[in-house]
């Protein structure tokens, strides 16, 4: 009984080495840890750089800037437009579809931006080109200085000029858009002065903020303004090409076309 205090004594001296080692151990573990999780969620954006290929991160297919409670009420010319187009697809889908893309037309711009397939951006002296693997479309957005014209010749893509208003913000105008496309698959129209203004926010090295206001006074009462948006750096990503060129052979067209076409057993 007279040595019963010593064991206790050496017991508790055990105790406390062997707690204080783990202690130690668990220390330099979560230290080792943090530089590696902090490297990962937070690596800096590259300064005024966009190169990469980026992937929209919304829901597949719905290919729309904003939900279609949230347009502003349209124009009696637009409102004439809209009932006249027939959407092949979703909630005003009905056969015989006069959708653009379901003949193969370019879906044009701003709804490419709102499709499930990646785009790219290259940076050249003077300008910023964009790439969609969608239908293997670009454009190409002026930043040597000049204004946007007044008088743009009508394209499916427009004409784009950009400039950075940051290190992390780069800002895009366009405009000169024929009316041959919609702004979302159930039919939303536009007119040939419409006018859109981007902002790509690279809030890190992985990711950017997209922001669109779309401006058309013949068309709607008041601006669009999109939702913000997330687009992500994909860079083990290649851009594959992906024109929509009608034939009975051809998957992509097939699927464009009607999007309830099954895929072939190979």
């Known amino acids: 009984m007279r ?3 010593q064991s206790l004594l050496k017991y508790l001296l055990a105790f406390s080495t062997v707690a204080l080692v783990f ?3 668990a220390q330099a573990q979560s230290a080792l840890q943090q530089p590696a999780t902090k490297s990962a969620s937070s690596q800096p954006a590259p300064k005024r ?5 980026w992937q929209y991160q919304g829901s597949g297919g719905a290919d729309s800037m904003t939900a279609d ?5 349209m124009t009696p010319w637009a409102k004439a437009k809209f009932d006249a187009e027939k959407p092949g697809y979703g909630p005003r889908g009905a056969p015989g579809g006069n959708d653009p893309i379901l003949q193969c037309d370019p879906i044009g711009f701003p709804r490419i931006m709102f499709m499930p397939t ?7 002296p003077g300008r910023v080109l964009q790439f969609w693997e969608r239908e293997h479309e670009w454009r190409p957005i002026w930043t040597d200085g000049r ?5 743009a010749d009508p394209t499916w893509y427009g004409y784009a000029v950009g400039h950075w208003e940051s290190d992390d913000t780069f800002f895009v105008e366009s ?3 024929n009316e041959k496309t919609w702004l979302g698959p159930t039919g939303f129209p536009h007119s040939e002065g419409m006018r859109v203004v981007e902002r790509y926010h690279r809030v890190d090295h992985d990711t950017i903020l997209y922001d669109m206001t779309v401006t058309d006074p013949m068309a709607y009462t008041k601006p669009i303004v999109a939702p913000q948006r997330i687009l992500k750096l994909k860079p083990h990503e290649e851009i594959e090409e992906q024109p929509c060129v009608w034939s009975q052979e051809n998957e992509f067209a097939q699927r464009i076309r009607n999007p309830a076409t099954p895929k072939p057993v190979k």
């Not at 409670?69 to 009420?73: E, F, G, N, V």
């Not at 990646?118 to 050249?124: D, I």
């Open 69 to 73: 409670k949230d347009m502003p009420p």
């Open 118 to 124: 990646p785009h790219e951006f290259v940076q050249a």
């Open 147 to 151: 204004a946007l014209p007044t008088d």
């Open 49 to 53: 750089d966009l190169t990469g290929v």
């Open 23 to 25: 202690a130690i151990a």
């Open 3 to 5: 040595n019963r205090p």
């Open 175 to 177: 405009t000169g858009f």
